[in-house]
């Protein structure tokens, strides 16, 4: 369903992407031109930063961020366990160590407490990522930062428009990681990715390192590599962000229908959690049940592909489990062990039609049904208003 969605989006906006792609083809320019200058003052505006830089993809926004706040070997990095592998690798990738904390079982968000406990005098910086477009409690973490003397570097690959406390995330700490992937809620026609910031030093540095660590041509001041965000792709996602917001707005709208039609189900259902001052874009819906992976396979069963963010918390994964000495993991995590053990994403995009939704819903409900006549509970049934 992920690609026919994609074809969707082009349908949908073919005229706008037709005119940008021809362009483009006409200017002759394809690397480094004014398609990504345009789109990155126009992303920094709508993130509410002062500066934007284009980048390959949001593993290089990641890595060059840290890279850019001076963050390398023998220093730590916080990270939730509970993440893409991405954000991990970036951490690796800059020559630091990884540290796993736990989540917040409700949110899926990093846990503020557990980041205090995982502190130590090596730690640097902490990213916090906005998973399934839901902000994480930025509140909590400043506090922690700023206690520390850390940087907070946001992972903000999942949530583009998202915001906390009203003001949008790419904004809402020293500087954010994005990335473009054509799935995410702003997505570009291949891989892309950026960072914002305030902060016109790390503006200029990541700038430098996305092109050979070089400022002015034949010139090398940093380690540089080649990541930079194509025309192609910043003039695609010039077009898709004059319709992100609609396209997010949509995406609230199936998860409020989903929160309002599958409530009431606990504990047998559980809904994605709020922070009360975070507003989130839906990236994903991740409903949790001991029996996630019968109702996987009964939605299956009726064509509803549904996917599991993520069946192997990272840290566990081979690259991390057979290379210790990349991560500094001393706590057992968990909730990020039971929430790869039991939630389940349901289909949720802008371009998701009405009765594809209603099918999620009726495929849901029918498993639960399922499920109360095999084990003679009534309870879950007129919780849900099933009965
Ligand atoms: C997608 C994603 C990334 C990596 O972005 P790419 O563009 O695929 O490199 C990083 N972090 C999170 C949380 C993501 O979802």
Redesign the pocket.
Known sequence: MADSLLIRQYERFRDELDDAYRRVMSSGIFVLGEELSLFESEFATYCGTAYCVGV???????TLTLEAHGIGASHEVIVPAN??I??LL?VTRAGATVVPVDAIEDTFNIDPDKVSEAITQRTRAIIP???FGQPADMTSIHAIAEEHGLAVIE?A??AHGATFKARRVGSLASAA?F???PI?NLGAFG???AVTTDDSDVAARVRRLRNYGSGEKYRHDDIGLNSRLDELQAAFLRVKLRHLDQMNAARVRIAQRYDHALGGAEPDLRLPGAHPDAASVW?QYAVRTQERDALQAYLAARSISTIIHYPVPAHLQPAYASNASLISCSRPLPVSKRLADTSLSLPIDAFLQDAEQEAVIHGVRGFLESRVSDHGNQAPLRAAGLS
Do not use: C, P, R
């Not at 390959?56 to 990641?62: E, P, T, Y």
């Open positions: 390959g993809n949001g593993l290089d926004a990641l993440t893409f991405a954000t970036a990522v906005h998973l992972d690959a999942q990681a990335s473009f992937y995410k891989d892309g990715g990236h």
